[in-house]
């Protein structure tokens, strides 16, 4: 059995917007998130700033009382699951769709960390008795997932899946292969994130993966650029509704995009760097393109992991040029991290949706702050604004610590 497998619903919240038309009128405007870090006191931290998702009020979504005992990064996931599922037709009620085949997978790649910190501070000041009921249930990854399964009543696969910043491509990866495979009817799939915290910024300082421009935060983020000295840390949420094209079709409901593609390796290299000329990359975007019935020439956009660091942006462009061969220089490699930082594990479910949007409106987001051109990064990655063109065909790219990448290939939706 293999179905075809539609997106009917995207919900975005991101250091750039508070939903799908906010974050995507932002991007193209090549609008920056990074700014000070306002969650937390940084007068100790070598890095200073961060791509927060501000003004979120997760009331909008969730009751204050049940606010309390989720964390930020679970909030995020309700929230963009609530947009997605509104999208869709499905907020008020799923009708006459069978609950055991609507499943949700949301990747996270660390989970509930602020909870995890507090209650670890309160444990070492306090003592045990004052560690909350509600910590493990708040803090664990899979607890998003759960969160919306729960609200809605779905009954079909549900589960997280944790690849660190792999996290949530895999799991818009699993859902559409649950679907295209028969297991599911649709799905809620995704990623979420919240970790702008003290432990996770000290952490990801040490091992001199940010940017240290606390001077000028805007500018931090500038992949493939000469001059880039490191990701920019963000928080967000990305999520789509996944739904078989028949079973879409019968419910009236509008058809934003497709899911064509998934491919899914290891680089079995390093703890936390690329293999050399992006190996692992390369045999990803070629199994997506063969699962897609594709070849090089059918791809317009890369969406690029792109996370400004010295070592990914190189061996991604390697990767691209392998994969792509000619082709590679004919198309727009993109990063819009440049804009919302890197997102960790819900980079994927975030760049999943932006995607679906190159595809459906033929408008490409810019890769900002380029100053300063690498030999290494050749392609042509937008840097002097929007870029409008037809897309018929995305790659969207997500790699993780461990050696893990995905790639999805999306595509604008043709009868």
């Not at 995207?10 to 405007?29: E, F, H, K, N, R």
């Not at 931090?220 to 078989?244: I, K, N, Q, Y």
Request: aromatic share 6%.
């Amino acid at each position: 059995m293999s179905r075809r497998v539609v997106i009917t619903g995207t919900g975005l919240i991101t250091p750039v917007g508070l939903d799908v038309p906010g974050s995507w009128s932002a991007l193209l405007a090549g609008t920056s998130g990074a700014a000070p870090i306002t969650q937390f006191d940084t007068t100790d931290h070598k890095v200073t700033f961060a791509a927060e998702v501000k003004g979120f009020a997760p009331e909008e979504y969730i009751d204050r009382k049940e606010a309390k005992r989720t964390d930020r990064f679970a909030q995020f996931a309700i929230a963009t699951a609530v947009q997605a599922m509104r999208q869709a037709g499905l907020d008020e009620s799923l009708g006459e769709i069978d609950p055991t085949m609507f499943g949700v997978i949301v990747g996270s790649g660390i989970g509930g960390i602020w909870t995890f910190e507090e209650q670890h501070r309160k444990l070492i000041e306090r003592g045990p008795s004052r560690v909350s009921p509600f910590f493990v249930p708040m803090f664990i990854s899979d607890i998003a997932a759960g969160l919306v399964s729960i609200r809605w009543g779905l009954k079909g696969p549900n589960y997280c899946t944790v690849s660190a910043c792999a996290s949530s491509a895999h799991a818009v990866g699993n859902a559409f292969r649950s679907i295209k495979h028969g297991e599911a009817d649709l799905m809620v799939a995704g990623g979420t994130e919240a970790t702008v915290s003290p432990q996770t910024v000290a952490g990801f300082a040490a091992m001199t993966a940010l940017s240290e421009r606390n001077d000028s935060p805007e500018t931090a983020s500038r992949p493939f650029d000469a001059t880039r000295d490191g990701f920019v840390l963000g928080e967000g949420s990305g999520m789509m509704v996944l739904e078989e094209l028949e079973h879409a079709r019968a419910r009236g409901v509008e058809i934003l995009g497709e899911v064509v593609g998934y491919g899914q390796t290891a680089d079995a290299y390093h703890i936390t760097a690329p293999a050399e000329g992006g190996e692992g990359a390369v045999r990803a975007m070629l199994a997506a393109l063969k699962e897609a019935g594709a070849t090089p020439d059918d791809v317009d956009y890369v969406n690029a992991h792109g996370t400004s660091t010295p070592a990914n942006d190189k061996n991604e462009t390697a990767a691209i040029r392998t994969a792509l061969g000619q082709r590679a220089y004919d198309i727009v490699v993109g990063s819009t991290k440049s804009m919302t930082g890197h997102t960790l594990g819900a980079a994927g479910g975030i760049e999943a949706v932006i995607s679906a949007l190159v595809c459906r409106e033929g408008k490409i987001p810019p890769t900002i702050n380029f100053h300063e051109r690498d030999p290494d990064c050749d392609l042509n990655y937008a840097t002097d604004g929007m870029v409008e063109r037809p897309v018929r065909l995305a790659l969207s790219n997500s790699f993780g610590f461990g050696g893990h990448n995905v790639c999805l290939a999306v595509k604008r939706f043709e009868a």
